[in-house]
């Protein structure tokens, strides 16, 4: 017979051995609806732990009567009927870490409400030694923020992911294109169908899902601007296989921004207007016209991320330059015109930043550099006086 604490009632609950002897203990309380919710523990003092953490839960409003799915199912329920607001192709994203890192590890399998701290730990100290730190901090984001809607919902009373120590981060180095590698680059390009992209991309600091989304109806050459507003991505189909292109918003909404053109860059994109219209023609109904793209393949269809790489790569071999990557041509845009003193607060507007702050965070080697040049000259002016 089990062997149970004297002196509480249901509603307090209770704590008891069974079988007796086997030093198996359960803490125990009655719900409101009648049924009793137990939890297991390896002795009498842990029981006693799980029957405070039971009538705990209770008092915070825990819904100790729901069916507690587990970590993987919560996860995938979370990124469902929770994160409705999610891009297409960040909701694709959340899949994959979900898919790849949550749900193939032991933590997956595990109740969202048995779930502990130190199982979170664990999980993301194992993950630190499959895949880079930058990795981790994402899945450990997207699982911290599940859980964070499991206590909202009332299925535990805290979030075990909260105090989780994880791996620092090193940031990528910047390869910015010097000014005289920047004009080489262009000059290879020259009277290539591309070559504006890659001087938007230099000039301005687009990226790269903004260039390939750019429409012409974003271009106004009578007031000489440009309205970034939209970026081409490649998200699954609803109702079948594959993917296809989508536009969407931009990345943040301080990325919504209007940018000059100087007389050059209105001239290229002139041509390319001219030229395209005569492609048009010349191909008829073999033209893909997809919602009037400015940077577009040889029939007229959307360019593939992956073929600008593969051009970008071959140019940059072809003019004798470093390999870099496509999005540190917009970090050479940002150098160039930190290091010509263009005032910090411009060059977040340009890019699109969220603040200041975050331009001075990434290209703080730039500023670094700027301040030493000023120092330098000052000294210089000072030494003549």
């Known amino acids: 017979m089990a062997r149970r604490n004297k002196g509480r009632s249901n509603g307090e609950g209770s704590i008891y051995e069974y079988p007796k002897g086997s030093g198996g203990w359960y803490a125990q309380i009655t719900l409101s609806n009648g049924r009793i919710k137990r939890k297991r523990a390896s002795s009498q003092r842990e029981a006693r732990e799980k029957l405070e953490e039971l009538r705990s839960e209770r008092g915070q409003g825990v819904n100790l009567s729901a069916q507690q799915p587990t970590v993987a199912e919560w996860c995938l329920i979370w990124l469902e009927k929770y994160a409705r607001n999610l891009k297409p192709n960040i909701r694709e994203d959340y899949h994959g870490v979900i898919r790849r890192y949550i749900a193939s590890k032991p933590i997956g399998k ?66 910015p294109l010097s000014f005289d590698q920047a004009c080489t680059l262009l000059e290879a390009m020259e009277g290539h169908r591309w070559a504006p992209l890659y001087r938007l991309a230099l000039n301005l600091g687009l990226r790269e899902a903004e260039l ?20 081409l991505r490649r998200v699954p189909r609803v109702s079948e296989d594959g993917k296809e292109f989508v536009l969407q918003t931009t990345k943040t909404a301080s990325s919504d921004r209007v940018l000059s ?53 071959k140019a940059l071999k072809a003019a004798g330059l470093p390999k870099i990557r496509f999005h ?58």
Not at 372 to 377: C, E, L, N, Q, V
Request: charged share 25%; with cysteine; proline share 4%.
């Open 110 to 175: 595990r109740r969202v409400n048995l779930l502990m701290p130190a199982e979170v730990q664990d999980w993301v100290d194992a993950l630190a030694d499959e895949v880079s730190a930058s990795t981790v901090h994402n899945a450990h984001a997207r699982l911290h923020k599940a859980l964070a809607v499991a206590v909202k919902r009332r299925y535990r009373s805290d979030n075990p992911a909260a105090g989780t120590e994880l791996p620092p981060v090193r940031a990528k180095p910047i390869q």
């Open 212 to 231: 390939l989304g750019l429409t012409w109806d974003a271009i106004h050459f009578e007031q000489g601007t440009l309205h970034v507003y939209q970026q």
């Open 261 to 313: 053109l100087d007389a050059d860059l209105l001239a290229d994109l002139h041509a390319l207007h001219k030229n395209q219209l005569e492609e048009r023609l010349l191909l008829g109904k073999r033209w893909k016209d997809t919602w009037g793209l400015v940077f577009v393949s040889e029939n007229g269809a959307p360019i593939h991320a992956s073929n600008l790489l593969a051009h970008f790569r």
């Open 328 to 385: 540190d041509l917009r970090h050479t845009c940002a150098t160039l015109m930190l290091a010509d003193d263009v005032p910090l607060i411009t060059v977040s507007k340009i890019l699109g930043h969220s603040s200041p702050a975050v331009t001075a965070k990434i290209y703080a080697h730039a500023l670094d550099e700027s301040k030493t040049i000023a120092i330098a000259g000052l000294a210089r002016r000072l030494r003549r006086a």
